[in-house]
């Protein structure tokens, strides 16, 4: 099974408006990470976001928050206040194990294409 | 600088050839992970290095690709008689034991030929 399921190929946002790129998860341990990342069409990944498994609230970094919804295994990503700056590849990504520092696996989903309209 | 480094940054090869790839990981991280990443696809897990423990090479595509990481620092991941499907962009990656996220390097464009 995947670790990690983004469904959204691609995604569509006007300027200035907000957007959630989906991110399901699959893990039976109890402690865990979740990630973003963006990637520019340069090629860097750029960390966004992270949200520990054990994190009651919902973690927020200045435009970009992640809707943590454990019991569904979901960790979505929202924009607010899209800019044409935004427009990238979108992957999500997942470390187990944190608490035991054994497991240093990232696993990374397919991404999701993101454009911002004019 | 302080992030992850890469080189060369872009490589041309022709097939059979064999070519490294080198990562310079973030000073003090004893994790570091390679990625293979082919036009418009997401990220291929290769291999990763946990300090000293034996690496997880369960991602390598074939016994052609190999990696190597000396001193616990840098690492060289090699292939050998390349084929054009290995044709891609190779990413390097490194995290602390308690690190919340991989800091990746520019990355490596390799195309062969």
């Known amino acids: 099974a995947q670790k990690i399921t983004q469904t959204q190929p691609g995604m569509f946002v006007q300027e200035k408006e907000a957007v959630t790129l989906d991110c399901t998860y699959d893990?039976?341990?109890?402690?865990?990470?979740l990630f973003w990342y963006k990637q520019p069409s340069s090629g860097e990944m750029i960390f966004l976001i992270y949200?520990?498994?054990?994190?009651?609230q919902n973690a927020t970094e200045g435009r970009y928050s992640l809707n943590f919804q454990k019991a569904r295994k979901s960790a979505n990503l929202v924009i607010s206040a899209s800019q044409l700056g935004d427009s990238a590849m979108y992957f999500c990504?997942?470390?187990?194990?944190?608490?035991?520092?054994?497991?240093?696996?990232?696993?990374f989903g397919t991404g999701t294409s993101l454009t911002v309209i004019p | 600088g302080a992030g992850v480094s890469q080189s060369p940054s872009n490589k041309v090869t022709e097939k059979g050839k064999d070519v490294e790839l080198r990562c310079d990981p973030i000073?003090?991280?004893?994790?570091l992970y390679w990625y293979r990443q082919s036009l418009g696809q997401g990220l291929e897990f290769l291999i990763y290095?946990?300090?000293?423990?034996?690496?997880?090479k369960s991602g390598l595509p074939s016994d052609r690709f190999s990696a190597e990481r000396t001193g616990g620092s840098v690492s060289t991941l090699t292939i050998q008689r390349t084929q054009q499907e290995d044709s891609a962009v190779y990413l390097c990656?490194?995290?602390?034991?308690?690190?919340?996220?991989?800091?990746f390097g520019p990355g490596t464009r390799l195309t062969v030929l």
């Open positions: 990656a490194s995290s602390s034991i308690a690190g919340k996220e991989q800091f």
């Open positions: 893990t039976s341990d109890q402690s865990y990470g």
């Open positions: 949200q520990g498994s054990y994190d009651e």
């Open positions: 990504a997942m470390r187990e194990a944190l608490l035991l520092n054994t497991g240093n696996q990232f696993y």
């Open positions: 000073s003090g991280h004893t994790a």
């Open positions: 290095f946990q300090g000293n423990s034996a690496p997880d």
